[in-house]
């Protein structure tokens, strides 16, 4: 049987998903049904989410009354399809929400992504976006945990929010959420012995450490944020 730093380390979103109660992503479940209430889901409505992992979006949206369905490369839950987030399998206005949770960062062309999201969405159809943002360099952690925190790019707020409109949306909110990103370092902390994963990366160890602190240097002062938009789709 593999340890579990091994798992960590080949396959940081499975253990990650295994050891971490909850959603993940910052702000948890109270975050996704805020976002539920910010895009109007509620009886009747249609909704994609894409890179939906283990399904509580999901969950949270069919006890509203709407009609979900999961986007996933490896689905393990109810009501979700394999499949590609820049090339959705679904039809021309299929959906009236489309949600991503801390999961569009993964897309290798998020401008890309985001415009067959817009495709897929009916005439005024909502989008809800969260995700994590970096102003300057990034803090340097080791592959892969840097994908693990998402923090293998740049992604500048505003550089987010151009690709969204340039998509073809019109930015209705957009808010700067520090204590759900602060609220989810918390939980991986209380999961993940990372003294013992530096021990386990060897020679990657010290660098592991040197990131670690420099990713608390730069949560601590902005560099590293969480950004929560809804976006509507222009006509």
């Not at 976002?35 to 509580?56: H, I, P, Q, Y």
């Not at 976006?129 to 998402?150: F, K, Y």
Request: charged fraction near 30%; glycine fraction near 12%; proline fraction near 6%.
């Amino acid at each position: 049987m593999s340890h579990p730093l091994d798992v960590l380390v080949g396959d940081p979103w499975r253990a990650l998903d295994a050891l971490v109660d909850g959603p993940l992503h910052p702000g948890g479940r109270a975050a996704t049904e805020e976002l539920l209430d910010r895009t109007a889901v509620g009886d009747g409505t249609a909704v994609l989410d894409v890179g939906c992992g283990r399904g509580e979006a999901l969950r949270l949206a069919r006890e509203r009354g709407a009609r979900p369905v999961g986007l996933d490369r490896d689905p393990n839950a109810e009501d979700t399809v394999v499949g590609d987030m820049t090339a959705l399998p679904f039809r021309d206005g299929s959906f009236d929400v489309a949600l991503g949770e801390c999961v569009l960062c993964l897309s290798p062309d998020l401008e890309r992504t985001l415009c067959d999201v817009a495709r897929i969405l009916g005439d005024g159809g909502r989008l809800g976006l969260s995700d994590v943002t970096v102003t300057g360099e990034p803090p340097t952690l080791p592959p892969p945990i840097d994908r693990l925190v998402c923090l293998d790019g740049q992604r500048e707020q505003g550089q987010i929010r151009r690709s969204v409109e340039r998509a073809g949306f019109e930015v209705q909110e957009i808010e700067t959420r520090t204590d759900d990103l602060l609220e989810m370092r918390n939980r991986i902390r209380e999961a993940i012995d990372f003294e013992r994963l530096a021990g386990a990366l060897g020679e990657r160890g010290d660098d592991l450490r040197e990131g670690l602190r420099e990713l608390e240097a730069a949560v601590e002062s902005g560099r590293v944020g969480y950004v929560s938009i809804v976006a509507t789709k222009r006509s």
